[in-house]
């Protein structure tokens, strides 16, 4: 935490000064002092002070005694067993929504869909034929309620429209 | 009176209660999911609500995370994993119970003890919410800029306890409500050329990345192997609540007390609420020993706690659009979506429509008792729902609901962004709320703030001038100050 805190600052800073730098450029209200920059600046400027407040107390000794737990809301697992975490399934998971971003307007969400949704389920560790079944039947159940019940434009794309 | 039978006729309808009953026991299977919480439950039922007429769409809302604060309970006490954070404060009490065979009165105290916590918040909710509408026409730029900070405060130094990260978290949450061109202004901020930017950054996506996005991708961090206590079927879970209801009277009382005075604070919930209640009750318990071995005092008053926080924090947000927790956060862009824009007038407008909104609490409070029963009774079945096939669907979910909000794949992009953003917010330990809070509060905090400066022209003393604005500003500046001052006393203490 003690590295992270550092880091952090240090990027906050960057932000913080970057801000108060922009909002320079900002206009005024016609007849007064302050307008669009006067909330940035403000924002900026304590972003610096705080930044500054937690590399300082990085170096302090002592000050991660009383830290509380990595996560807000940790869980343990009670088989007692302490939780193992791992980096590749959030990483398929956001891998999956910008494949989702990016394609589904040209191949449609029919498509695009169950890709992404069998990317989740197998970094889950779910089999390939359940994976590959409940991708197809929870699309199809998605695309129902938001384009039929709902009305929300879901792009067709390469496949022709059914409904 | 006309209102009261009006609100009766929005409320008494079958569509609407259909909603009820559907996202009750939606509630129920959000809030029960260990890693899936209330807040969650209600960001994905945004998109849902926003093709509902406003009713439907508030009771929707009310009913799931009134129900999945409930069912938070139900894996705390069978796996030692709660449902949701404001189940956690007494989440080993309850399971420790579960243990030593008592499965069945932890269920039962924490099911009936809720029900009268939450009935408790919203008798608050329906006689304060009124009464402080109406001194809330009289209040200038200068009692909302007070309010705003207020608010700000207690979700920094109240419910937060590293203040530093805390201040941090609301300045970022300021930060992406100064984008986009509604400004004193008029000037497009931080838009770099981004045409979709201009209108500012898209409230509903952000809350769904930080409420739901960040806790899947958070499970899908984690690989738990939750073990279930109890092996048998569940025998009456009502029995022994009477008893306990006789035995602990004062603890209820003080438990929803303080979980409504918590909940009626802009910023603090009902989390916050139910840690607060448990310490409390331990702290003053006749037998302070037992906790921590499976007793039911502490989720007594903790669990009528937290209930009665979620009424009580519907006070600033429907009063004054100040979120009194996360979840109210989410329900006031819902309000602004069906144009029941949240503020004093709405009490003299449509006064119809909070009445129907109380109706609704209630209504949900008296429903929570036979589904409550009905989701422990199938809560073994419940918690075997294998979470890998849940959380694909869900993110599923976010996207295509993020995407309707404006049918733009911008939407989309936001969520991830405040997702993942959130995701290492977590980890490293800065607190959500604050920043929540700046985004939703950052229009109205410029607002007034750069209208009272006006006014004031130049003079600060101006901002305490007035008497409530004085009192709320006094207040603000003591915590701040308490706060920054707490290293040197406590210095001098240990040197003295």
């Known amino acids: 935490m003690r590295l992270i805190d550092r880091l952090v600052g240090i990027g906050l800073v960057v932000l913080g000064a970057a801000v108060m730098n922009a909002a320079r450029s900002f206009p005024n209200v016609p007849g007064q002092q302050l307008g669009a920059s006067t909330l940035p600046t403000l924002v900026g400027a304590g972003l610096v002070i705080c930044a500054l407040a937690l590399i300082v107390r990085s170096f302090r000794p002592g000050a991660y005694r009383n830290a509380p737990s990595q996560t807000a809301q940790s869980v343990e697992s009670s088989s007692g067993e302490p939780v193992r975490e791992r980096i590749g399934p959030p990483l398929a998971l956001i891998g999956a929504v910008l494949l989702y971003v990016f394609v589904s307007e040209t191949a449609g969400f029919l498509l695009v869909a169950p890709v992404c949704l069998w990317i989740g389920f197998t970094v889950l560790g779910v089999g390939l034929a359940r994976a590959i079944a409940w991708s197809l039947a929870a699309s199809i159940v998605v695309h129902l309620v938001f384009y039929k019940m709902l009305k929300v434009p879901l792009p067709w794309g390469w496949v022709p429209v059914l409904y | ?496």
Request: proline share 6%.
């Open chain 2, 1 to 496: 009176m006309d209102a009261l039978i009006n609100a009766a006729g929005l409320v008494f309808q079958v569509d609407v209660l259909i909603v009820v009953v559907l996202s009750a026991l939606y509630g129920l299977f959000v809030g029960a999911i260990p890693g899936l919480t209330a807040t969650m439950a209600t960001a994905l039922l945004v998109p849902i609500t926003f093709f509902m007429p406003p009713i439907p769409a508030v009771a929707a809302i009310v009913t799931a995370t009134a129900m999945a604060i409930f069912a938070g309970d139900i894996p705390s006490a069978l796996l030692r994993m709660p449902g949701t954070p404001a189940s956690a404060a007494y989440a080993d009490e309850a399971y420790r119970m579960t243990r030593k065979g008592q499965a069945e009165l932890a269920l039962g105290a924490s099911l009936v003890f809720s029900v009268l916590g939450g009935i408790f918040g919203v008798m608050v909710l329906s006689f304060a919410a009124p009464a402080l509408a109406e001194v809330a026409l009289k209040f200038s730029s200068f009692e909302y800029f007070w309010l705003v900070m207020l608010g700000f405060t207690c979700a920094i130094f109240i419910a937060g306890d590293d203040f530093i990260k805390g201040i941090i978290a609301m300045l970022l949450g300021l930060l992406v409500a100064s984008i986009g061109l509604e400004n004193p202004a008029a000037h497009p901020r931080f838009t770099f050329g981004v045409i979709e930017l201009i209108g500012g950054i898209p409230l509903i996506p952000v809350m769904i990345g930080m409420f739901a996005v960040s806790e899947v991708l958070r499970y899908a961090s984690m690989r738990l192997r939750p073990v279930m206590a109890i092996d048998r079927p569940f025998g009456n879970i009502f029995a022994g609540t009477w008893k306990l209801i006789r035995t602990y009277p004062k603890q209820l009382l003080r438990g929803a007390t303080l979980g409504t005075t918590v909940g009626a604070l802009p910023g603090a919930g009902a989390d916050i609420a139910a840690w607060m209640s448990y310490a409390i009750s331990k702290r003053f318990s006749r037998e302070p020993q037992k906790f921590g071995t499976g007793h039911p005092e502490g989720i007594v008053e903790a669990g009528s706690a937290n209930n009665s926080a979620l009424g009580s924090a519907w006070i600033p947000a429907l009063v004054f659009g100040i979120p009194g927790d996360s979840i109210t956060a989410i329900a006031i862009g819902v309000l602004y979506l069906k144009n029941m824009n949240p503020g004093p007038t709405l009490f003299v407008e449509n006064p119809q429509n909070i009445y129907a909104v109380f109706m609704i609490f209630f209504l949900a409070q008296l429903l929570m008792l036979p589904l409550g029963w009905m989701a422990i009774k199938m809560a073994k079945r419940l918690l075997q729902i294998p979470g890998e096939l849940l959380i694909p669907i869900i993110l599923l979910f976010c996207a295509v609901g993020s995407f309707a909000i404006n049918n733009s794949l911008f939407g989309v992009i936001v969520m991830l962004v405040a997702g993942v953003i959130a995701f290492f917010m977590e980890r490293w330990g800065f607190p959500i709320a604050p920043t929540i809070l700046g985004v939703v509060l950052g229009t109205m905090l410029e607002e007034h703030f750069f209208s009272s400066l006006v006014k004031a022209d130049g003079n600060l003393a101006v901002f305490f001038e007035r008497p409530i604005a004085g009192a709320l500003g006094v207040v603000t500046v003591l915590i701040w100050l308490a706060y920054a001052l707490k290293p040197f006393v406590m210095k001098g203490k240990t040197h003295g």
